[in-house]
């Protein structure tokens, strides 16, 4: 990813960056081994609240997917006019830990989505308006 | 059993738009007509439990009904108020706190789609901001998973929504009533695919109400009563895949509906084939084809078939949601559970009309479920 300068994130505390593909953060729980997605403080599986930092990595296969047909209301806030709304892509990543991290996809083709495809972690300015700082936040597209 | 409750009493505000009417005037107008039906006054009643999500406190309700002292308590648990305001009538029955009590639900929500706040449910705000945070997303996501691991196509879909609009054109209160093709379903705008627009329920507002006493007295008040054989109230376990988790776990668990489901099955001595005539949540066609299966009615998988040869219409082994379930009707949340306790106790009357389910039914079968994972499944008994 070539960025002059650091991008403005909608979610920084997710993601690690400066290698080659940006790496999703979650949490492990110490006690039972159960991995979170986003960091959790506490175990839902074994009420534990031993939790550690874990990274989840930056490839996984498509588990789900769906195609955002409408644009949503606040708190959404691409800030595109309704008139120039484009659907996008939104799935479940089946990470190598086997949790599932809901994502928006860089495909908004029904044709081109298979579930158990082969995905990769990447930046996506997610809004884009006029005179400011596109925000960016994580994003899959097909390996 | 001879601690068992019966329904003596149900009445309705029809859901849909009534803009002239709050939804507390709605609540207050289905429980006068449920007051009604069982033949009694609101000054009878010992005990109510009520709530809504977006239409104010139920015990407001006694502000236009009468103030006369009763134990009011408000209940807020999402698609399960109803479910929830019910069990904790029996409850308070069976217990001896009172001799009747009402269970009431009502709501008026703003068109649209709902919008929620992620701080509300515990979620940062970036979830919101970057387009994540939609029910629809949730049941899209959810239907194609299953639809995937258990070979349904789009056709199952389709079917389900033919049907609640069919049978919603038979039902005088329903909100929709106008047949949908085939063609028109399959054809209509991709929302969230595979579900599309006609396959959604619309928040909506209206008023339910039941009057409930203790079995043995039941014959005082009403020729036909209806007996609760169970309602239960389940919350999800750890890996269940509920609304709003930008994370699911490793390993999934049954749903909050399969622990409800077999907890009422059991508490009732019935089985899933002595059902008569089912009420399943329909808040899209994905949830009613997925719950089909997780309240015990036929194996995942059997659906695509049941469904392709009308075994879940009117006239079928099955009848699904015989006033058009949330699909026709919309869905006011905090009394869309009990229009389906309502609709069971009108085809165990024998009192449906058109939409009558043919022969004698007996055992009905009511479920709900929704955020953040709960569901509430009732087994009613004509009596």
């Known amino acids: 990813m070539n960025l002059d300068t650091s991008p403005k994130l909608a979610c920084p505390d997710l993601l690690r960056l400066g290698g080659e593909h940006p790496v999703l953060l979650g949490s492990r729980c110490t006690d039972c081994g159960e991995v979170y997605f986003p960091a959790s403080e506490g175990c839902t599986r074994c009420c534990s609240t031993a939790m550690e930092t874990f990274a989840l990595g930056s490839f996984g296969t498509l588990w789900s997917w769906t195609i955002q047909g409408f644009q949503p209301k606040s708190p959404y806030n691409g800030g595109e006019a309704e008139a120039d709304f484009q659907p996008y892509g939104v799935g479940y990543i089946e990470m190598p830990s086997g949790v599932k991290v809901e994502s928006r996809l860089t495909l908004a083709d029904p044709a081109q989505l298979k579930i158990g495809m082969p995905m990769v972690l990447v930046l996506l300015p997610y809004r884009q308006v006029p005179g400011e700082a596109p925000v960016y936040t994580y994003a899959f597209a097909p390996a | ?383």
């Open chain 2, 1 to 383: 059993m001879d601690n068992e409750v019966a329904i003596i009493g149900i009445g309705m505000h029809p859901f849909g738009r009534t803009d002239a009417l709050s939804g507390q005037q709605q609540g207050a107008h289905a429980v006068r007509e449920a007051l009604k039906d069982a033949g009694i006054e609101w000054k009878d009643v010992g005990v109510a439990y009520g709530g809504s999500q977006d239409g104010g406190n139920a015990d407001a309700l006694s502000n236009q009904l009468g103030l006369t002292g009763l134990p009011f308590v408000n209940v807020a648990n999402g698609c399960a108020t109803g479910g929830s305001a019910l069990a904790s009538v029996i409850a308070a029955i069976q217990s001896g706190m009172a001799e009747i009590g009402v269970a009431v639900g009502f709501d008026k929500h703003p068109r649209g789609a709902f919008n929620p706040k992620p701080k509300d449910w515990g979620l940062e705000d970036w979830y919101g901001e970057t387009g994540l945070m939609l029910t629809t997303q949730f049941f899209a996501l959810k239907t194609r998973r299953y639809m995937f691991e258990h070979g349904i196509t789009d056709d199952a879909l389709v079917r389900i929504a033919q049907r609640a609009f069919r049978n919603g054109a038979l039902t005088p209160h329903a909100w929709r009533r106008r047949e949908l093709s085939y063609a028109e379903i399959a054809e209509s705008m991709a929302v969230n695919l595979p579900l599309r627009k006609f396959m959604f329920c619309n928040p909506a507002e209206g008023g339910a109400a039941l009057v409930l006493c203790s079995a043995k007295h039941a014959r005082k008040y009403t020729a036909n009563p209806v007996i609760v054989k169970a309602a239960v109230m389940r919350t999800r376990h750890h890996g269940s895949f509920e609304v709003f988790n930008p994370g699911l776990a490793a390993q999934q668990s049954p749903a909050p509906t399969v622990m409800a489901s077999r907890a009422a099955f059991e508490f009732a001595g019935v089985g899933p084939q002595d059902i008569d005539v089912i009420q399943l949540q329909d808040t899209d066609s994905g949830s009613e084809l997925i719950h089909i299966a997780e309240n015990g009615f036929c194996e995942h998988g059997e659906q695509q078939h049941l469904l392709a040869s009308g075994a879940t219409d009117i006239n079928g082994r099955l009848p699904i949601n015989t006033d058009g379930g949330c699909l026709a009707n919309g869905e006011p949340v905090g009394a869309s559970g009990l229009r389906q306790v309502i609709e069971i106790c009108t085809q165990l009357r024998g009192q449906a009309g058109q939409r009558q389910v043919p022969g004698t039914p007996r055992l009905g079968y009511t479920h709900v479920y929704g955020a953040p994972g709960v569901s509430a499944v009732t087994i009613l008994q004509a009596g």
